[in-house]
């Protein structure tokens, strides 16, 4: 079973706005609403920001937003600050007995 | 305030079975509100679903390791575990337990451990 497909990489400055994409198919993102997304700095665990598409859990910045279109969801981050620069990974329910699938994840870069 | 410890050996060799174990505190396993898994994430790479269990029984794992992993609950310690047999190289990782944010299987974690790397060597 593949990871949902993500960018290696992708940078912005400050105050900038960047979007991170995460390929799937019908049977993951493209069928269900289950689509989260995890922010980890280096070292640590991963953190939920993004929960069923576009819901934040509480304490999270409403600079983090989540969307979906078709088979495709992204992340989107405004206003980037320097403490964003992380890792983030894309999930999804899949219709199998896989049942969670991850995106392999995308490194992101303040400049 | 809820709480994840991950405990286990620091090393495990080739073909022998690593053992994990979750200590939950701030918060009841038995609740019928969430489910419980175990996520890993080898040196420089993505994370892996590894599986999950409800207080019930009731399991689900990633077909990929199906063969080989059993997760189970010690309810009286608030204890979940993860057993992996037969390892290999390709098995070393940074392992996690996590609380799925509700009573489903979808991959959506809102508590984590700490985690705790497992290499696998001779």
């Known amino acids: 079973q593949s990871a949902l497909t993500q960018p290696a990489s992708v940078s912005g400055s400050p105050g900038q706005s960047i979007t991170i994409s995460c390929t799937g198919t019908?049977?993951?993102?493209?069928?269900?609403?289950?689509v989260s997304w995890y922010q980890q700095h280096p070292g640590k665990a991963p953190k939920l920001i993004i929960y069923?598409?576009?819901d934040r859990p509480s304490g999270v910045s409403d600079r983090f937003s989540g969307s979906k279109s078709g088979n495709t969801a992204s992340l989107t981050i405004s206003g980037l600050q320097a403490e964003d620069e992380a890792d983030y990974y894309c999930?999804?329910?899949?219709?199998?007995?896989?049942?969670?699938?991850f995106g392999g994840g995308t490194k992101l870069t303040v400049l | 305030h809820l709480q994840l410890q991950e405990s286990g050996p620091g090393l495990v060799k080739p073909s022998e079975t690593l053992s994990l174990t979750c200590t939950v505190s701030?918060?009841?396993?038995?609740?019928?509100?969430?489910?419980w898994g175990w996520v890993r994430q080898p040196p420089g790479k993505g994370l892996e679903w590894l599986g999950s269990?409800?207080?019930?029984?009731?399991?689900y794992y990633n077909p990929s390791l199906k063969s080989r992993v059993t997760i189970s609950i010690d309810a009286s310690k608030n204890e979940f575990s993860l057993n992996l047999t037969s390892v290999t190289a390709a098995d070393t990782a940074v392992y996690y337990c996590?609380?799925?944010?509700?009573?489903?299987?979808?991959?959506?974690?809102?508590?984590w451990g700490q985690g705790t790397l497992v290499p696998v060597s001779s």
């Open positions: 069923d598409v576009t």
């Open positions: 269990m409800f207080y019930s029984g009731s399991t």
């Open positions: 996590a609380r799925h944010r509700g009573a489903t299987v979808t991959p959506e974690f809102d508590h």
């Open positions: 019908s049977s993951d993102i493209g069928g269900y609403n289950y």
């Open positions: 999930s999804s329910y899949r219709s199998s007995s896989t049942r969670g699938v």
């Open positions: 701030g918060g009841s396993l038995t609740s019928v509100d969430y489910f």
